[in-house]
T-cell receptor, first 121, second 113 residues
Framework: DVKVTQSSRYLVKRTGEKVFLECVQD?????MFWYRQDPGLGLRLIYF???????EKGDIPEGYSVSREKKERFSLILESASTNQTSMYLC????????????????????FGDGTRLSIL | DQQVKQNSPSLSVQEGRISILNCDYT??????FLWYKKYPAEGPTFLIS???IKDKNEDGRFTVFLNKSAKHLSLHIVPSQPGDSAVYFC????????????WGAGTKLIIKP
């Protein structure tokens, strides 16, 4: 079974702090993703990575950065936390598609961690 | 502007009956659709998918129907079981982007005993 582990289930930080959210997967997946989930908005992609040291912006990258130094680990960084970054953060991983036109997309299905509920005070 | 809409925030169904969850989309470039299921305090798990070249895909108690002309898809669960109580997310991928997945806001399904 694929295991995606997020380092914290709950986290409380203060405005202006630098916050690190860690994600580790054990299935040798090339693709890794960071989403945030907010009520009424579904999941929104922050950043994704398709290889070590590679990263791409998702739909809402502002205020975030990421790091992928090793294949199994993908870190999300809040450079200077703000209250509007209070949310549920979900990490996911998947195998890559064979080429850009392959279906299913993004090496579906994605395998998700259990999430980190982050509160910024 | 949400490109993938799940207009029912919640749905309550009697155990044993059919549950029908709906999803509408606006982008005609979407060609692959997925349903994920999420329990509280867990991440979403993949349920079933459908390509736009099909209009139906079935997996056990779960069937997804796609109506391209109406830009509408639905997930049918028959028969509904208490363990089906969860939030269901619809997601869509545009054909010109292999990495983009647009998610709906989710529908909370409650199965009553």
């Amino acid at each position: 079974d694929v295991k995606v582990t997020q380092s914290s289930r709950y986290l409380v930080k203060r405005t202006g702090e630098k916050v690190f959210l860690e994600c580790v997967q054990d299935m040798d997946h090339e693709n890794m993703f960071w989403y945030r989930q907010d009520p009424g908005l579904g999941l929104r992609l922050i950043y994704f990575s398709y290889d070590v040291k590679m990263k791409e912006k998702g739909d809402i990258p502002e205020g975030y950065s990421v790091s992928r130094e090793k294949k199994e680990r993908f870190s999300l960084i809040l450079e200077s936390a703000s209250t509007n970054q209070t949310s549920m953060y979900l990490c996911a991983s998947s195998f890559p598609p064979l080429d850009s036109s392959t279906r299913p997309p993004m090496g579906q299905p994605q395998h998700f961690g259990d999430g980190t509920r982050l509160s910024i005070l | 502007d949400q490109q993938v809409k799940q207009n029912s925030p919640s749905l309550s169904v009697q155990e044993g009956r059919i549950s029908i969850l709906n999803c509408d989309y606006t982008n005609s470039m979407f060609d692959y659709f997925l349903w994920y299921k999420k329990y509280p305090a867990e991440g979403p798990t993949f349920l079933i998918s459908i390509s736009s070249i099909k209009d139906k895909n079935e997996d056990g108690r779960f069937t997804v129907f796609l109506n391209k002309s109406a830009k509408h898809l639905s997930l049918h669960i028959v028969p509904s079981q208490p363990g089906d109580s969860a939030v269901y997310f619809c997601a869509a991928s545009p054909k010109d982007s292999n990495y983009q997945l647009i998610w709906g806001a989710g529908t909370k399904l409650i199965i009553k005993p």
